[in-house]
């Protein structure tokens, strides 16, 4: 097995942690306890540099090689959990309920922790290994915020890396390719006024229903019309509310929202104008008026092309299987923020046959573990070579 042995004596004790961390979950920014378990591991791993409360509950370590260099990689986890209510009767199964760690991070925090009790130990590395344990990576943007409060150049980071388990690949396989990986993830809200009514005298009024209705399906003609057919684009409308309460009654507002995904960063302001003048010009043909917010969410998770192949090779050297060429998938990932601020790459690491993520009976797959951290050590051991 490709794996570094340390790894596998390490696995019961990683194990340990992972589980503990599953039985309490904790979302968004408020990983407290969470937050406190890695300071407290990290420190008494002797890591150089802990460092908490960057992007309100981050945390950073920092471990030293041996020789003079100056160069830093960063590893970076997502340590938050979901609000989802678990259901996989597991007997170390989340202990808070309603929320659970059903996308993983226990495991990513986990593999990361593990690597920096190795890189600790061996330092066998010139220059600074940089560990980056961020809250909020389920919708708050805890990426941006640790890079808000200057988390690449206050610890000096060159490159990046990251990975996220990936159900239905196979155990002991990491696969990524260079490029956008995954899509952004925007979001909007539109308001119609029309003028509301009796439902049995609508040329006295003009009907916000049947306008809001037009403006939803004029939307889907934007994708298939105006994007390049060979760019990947979603656009879904996820919510439609009107406020009439009764069948007789035309409503005077109605409401939508609803999300955009882009793997090209360019399209994202392509879609953003196209999208008001439907909603805008649509409205008015009817003489209502319409109303849209757009806020920009996660950016395009791109992966840098030579970092990606640094990352391959590694991947290589400790997994049974590696694919650099794999499809991009539309979920986004708040990782895409640092990516933008420096070069580096994200990866998937197989969790085998499990339920998908964000699932009540998803479960992360311990044996994924061993091959995370050999291949965030040995990325480390690559990048920043000991003399
Ligand atoms: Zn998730
Ligand atoms: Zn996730």
Request: one cysteine or more.
């Amino acid at each position: 097995m490709p794996i570094r042995n340390r790894f596998a004596e390490m696995l019961p004790e990683i194990m340990e942690w992972r589980q503990h961390l599953h039985r309490n979950p904790e979302i968004l920014y408020e990983v407290h306890q969470t937050a406190a378990f890695v300071a407290e591991k990290l420190r008494e791993f002797g890591v150089d540099e802990v460092v908490e409360g960057i992007g309100r509950t981050g945390v950073v370590g920092v471990i030293r090689g041996k020789g003079e260099g100056t160069r830093a990689i960063g590893l970076r986890a997502d340590m938050d959990a979901l609000p989802i209510h678990e259901e996989t009767g597991l007997d170390y199964a989340s202990e808070v309920p309603g929320k659970m760690h059903a996308c993983g991070h226990d495991g990513h925090t986990s593999m990361l922790l593990g690597a920096a009790k190795y890189l600790a130990e061996t330092r066998n590395f010139d220059g600074s290994v940089v560990l980056i344990f961020q809250p909020a990576e389920e919708g708050g943007a805890g990426a941006d915020a640790m890079l808000r409060d200057g988390l690449m150049e206050r610890f000096g980071i060159d490159e990046v890396y990251g990975m996220h388990n990936a159900p239905g690949v196979p155990i002991g396989s990491i696969v990524t390719r260079p490029g956008p990986l995954q899509a952004s993830a925007d979001e909007f809200e539109i308001v119609v006024t029309g003028l509301g009514g009796h439902a049995a005298e609508p040329h006295k009024a003009i009907d916000t229903t049947l306008v809001a209705a037009q403006i939803v399906v004029t939307l889907h003609t934007v994708v298939s019309r105006s994007v390049d057919p060979l760019h990947s684009v979603v656009l879904t409308v996820g919510t439609f509310q009107t406020d009439s309460g009764a069948s007789n009654i035309i409503p005077q507002t109605a409401r939508m929202r609803g999300t955009v995904r882009c793997l090209d960063p360019a399209d994202r302001e392509m879609m953003e104008a196209r999208v008001r003048r439907v909603v805008e010009d649509t409205a008015s043909a009817f003489g209502a008026k319409a109303e849209l917010a757009w806020e920009y969410g996660y950016p395009v998770t791109v992966n840098d092309a030579e970092a990606t192949e640094w990352a391959v090779e590694a991947a290589r050297a400790v997994a049974n299987e590696v694919a650099d060429d794999v499809d991009p998938i539309m979920p986004s990932e708040d990782f895409s923020y640092m990516l933008n601020a420096r070069p580096g790459a994200y990866l998937f690491i197989g969790n085998g046959d499990s339920a998908m993520c964000h699932h009540p009976k998803y479960n992360f797959n311990d044996e994924a573990i061993p091959y995370g951290c050999s291949f965030f050590a040995e990325i480390v051991e690559r990048r920043l070579p000991a003399r």
